[in-house]
């Protein structure tokens, strides 16, 4: 079974903290995506990566950035983190198959992060 | 633009009474429909892809349908334990390679016992 970690469950931080994110799959995916949901606002892409050291930003990535230094490894880094990036976290990955028509993505559980 | 929408947001039922979720979707040129289930505080869980017109999935009590504008989540006979929130998603062509996956809001379904 694919299997997406991420660091931490439930965060709470301060304004102004800088705030790293951490995600892990063990299923060699070579796509990673962070997305941000919010109720009523549903699932919103901020970066994804589809090589290491590769990133792009999806549709919401102001006030973040991200590192991917590691295949197996994405991290979202928030510089200065603010009230307005209180918000549930997820991580997902998928695998690029030469030749397929699509490809599903898998989640991790989330990370509910509470800024103060 | 590239859209998804659920209905209805929110549906209540008794255990053992079928019902059917929506899901109409606009995109340029479909590559794949996904189905996920999302249990509160948790990220949600992948289900069924569908990648053309007339194709249908089944999973236990649930059963995913494609037209090329909809796709329905049919709930055969649920019991409480399919209480969650159900996403749709869709993955367009963009050029000549596979986009990103763009979320409808969401069903919340919840099965009285």
């Known amino acids: 079974d694919v299997k997406v970690t991420q660091s931490s469950r439930y965060l709470v931080k301060r304004t102004g903290e800088k705030v790293f994110l951490e995600c892990v799959q063990d299923?060699?995916?070579?796509?990673m995506f962070w997305y941000r949901q919010d109720p009523g606002l549903g699932l919103r892409l901020i970066y994804f990566?589809?090589?290491?050291?590769?990133?792009e930003k999806g549709d919401i990535p102001e006030g973040y950035s991200v590192s991917r230094e590691k295949k197996e490894r994405f991290s979202l880094i928030l510089e200065s983190a603010s009230t307005n990036q209180t918000s549930m976290y997820l991580c997902?990955?998928?695998?690029?198959?030469?030749?397929?028509?699509?490809?599903?993505?898998?989640f991790g559980p989330g990370t509910r992060l509470t800024v103060l | 633009e590239d859209q998804v929408t659920q209905s209805p947001e929110a549906l209540r039922l008794q255990e053992g009474e079928s019902s059917s979720l929506n899901c109409s979707y606009t995109?340029?040129?479909?590559?794949?429909l996904f189905w996920y289930r999302q249990d509160p505080g948790k990220g949600p869980e992948f289900l069924f892809t569908l990648y053309s017109a007339g194709e249908e999935k089944e999973k236990e009590r649930l059963k995913a349908t494609l037209t090329k504008k909809e796709s329905f989540l049919h709930i055969t006979a649920p019991k409480p334990e399919d209480s969650a929130t159900y996403l749709c998603a869709v993955q367009a062509k963009v050029g000549g390679s596979q986009g990103n996956l763009i979320f409808g809001k969401g069903t919340k379904l919840s099965v009285k016992p």
């Open positions: 299923m060699d995916h070579e796509n």
């Open positions: 997902a990955s998928s695998p690029t198959r030469p030749g397929a028509y699509y490809n599903e993505q898998f």
């Open positions: 990566s589809y090589d290491v050291k590769m990133k």
């Open positions: 995109v340029s040129g479909l590559r794949g």
